[in-house]
């Protein structure tokens, strides 16, 4: 569906979904552009397949991502309802992704790179490509599992990089867990901030690789 205009020549708000595998992976791969478009007035929406329960308590990781759908500015979060490690490519993920596509009406749509270590991520990745073949922009977005990631499309977020901190920070029982000795998910974050701003020129942001994207010169 085109956004027309209004009258006073501004856009109305857009339907944004993103998509990912486990709580943290929305954040931490597009959570920076989401911020951005949040506090430009458009309608941030979530899809999240599964409580990520083998990461930490079910509970409490459902607990996280809600406080950290608040810090990202999010109106609504679609669970899954699948197990951790246990998505599957499969005709159900499909029809469930394009359910929530027909709710959302997303101008545009956020999921994971397809080229990942973890199988959830791949999947996804996956279904969403079939279950998005009528969307007309499909960003894929890099996580710390992700390989051989070359954007071509970039997002400054210097100035909302705090605020995607702290939207990690909401995330309390996986701060640590990047399996690194020493080094925190904000650490990554911060430096992959600063790799994709150089990059794109910039100081600070996020990178995607374009599955479509479409650009309007009305």
Same mark, same amino acid.
């Given at each position: 569906? *085109?956004?027309?205009?209004?009258?006073?020549? =501004? *856009?109305? +708000?857009?339907?944004?979904?993103?998509?990912?595998?486990?709580?943290? #992976?929305?954040?931490?791969?597009?959570?920076?552009?989401?911020?951005? %478009?949040?506090?430009?007035?458009?309608?941030?929406?979530?899809?999240?397949?599964?409580?990520?329960?083998?990461?930490?308590?079910?509970?409490?990781?459902?607990?996280?991502?809600?406080?950290?759908?608040?810090?990202?500015?999010?109106?609504?979060?679609?669970?899954?309802?699948?197990?951790?490690? =246990?998505?599957?490519?499969?005709?159900?993920?499909?029809?469930?992704?394009?359910?929530?596509?027909?709710?959302?009406?997303?101008?545009?749509?956020?999921?994971?790179?397809?080229?990942?270590?973890?199988?959830?991520?791949?999947?996804?990745?996956?279904?969403? $490509?079939?279950?998005?073949? %009528?969307?007309?922009?499909?960003?894929? %977005?890099?996580?710390?599992?992700?390989?051989?990631?070359?954007?071509? $499309?970039?997002?400054?977020?210097?100035?909302?990089?705090?605020?995607?901190?702290?939207?990690?920070?909401?995330?309390?029982?996986?701060?640590?867990?990047?399996?690194?000795?020493?080094?925190?998910?904000?650490?990554?974050?911060?430096?992959?901030?600063?790799?994709?701003?150089?990059?794109?020129?910039?100081?600070?942001?996020?990178?995607?690789? +374009?599955?479509?994207?479409?650009?309007?010169? #009305?």
């Amino acid at each position: 569906m *085109r956004r027309r205009r209004t009258v006073t020549g =501004k *856009r109305p +708000p857009m339907n944004i979904l993103a998509i990912g595998a486990h709580p943290d #992976d929305i954040e931490i791969g597009c959570g920076g552009s989401l911020i951005k %478009y949040a506090e430009h007035g458009h309608q941030i929406h979530l899809m999240i397949l599964t409580s990520g329960e083998q990461g930490g308590n079910r509970s409490a990781r459902r607990k996280e991502q809600t406080d950290a759908a608040r810090v990202v500015g999010a109106r609504r979060i679609f669970w899954g309802q699948y197990e951790d490690t =246990k998505v599957g490519v499969d005709r159900q993920l499909i029809q469930r992704i394009e359910r929530v596509i027909a709710k959302v009406d997303p101008l545009f749509i956020f999921v994971h790179y397809g080229d990942d270590t973890h199988q959830d991520h791949r999947h996804l990745a996956t279904c969403t $490509v079939t279950a998005t073949r %009528y969307t007309r922009n499909v960003l894929f %977005y890099e996580g710390p599992t992700t390989q051989n990631f070359t954007p071509t $499309v970039f997002v400054n977020i210097g100035s909302v990089l705090d605020k995607k901190l702290d939207a990690l920070r909401a995330h309390d029982s996986q701060v640590m867990k990047t399996n690194i000795e020493g080094l925190s998910i904000l650490d990554v974050a911060r430096s992959s901030a600063h790799f994709r701003g150089i990059q794109g020129r910039v100081r600070s942001a996020e990178g995607f690789v +374009p599955l479509r994207l479409f650009i309007n010169i #009305d």
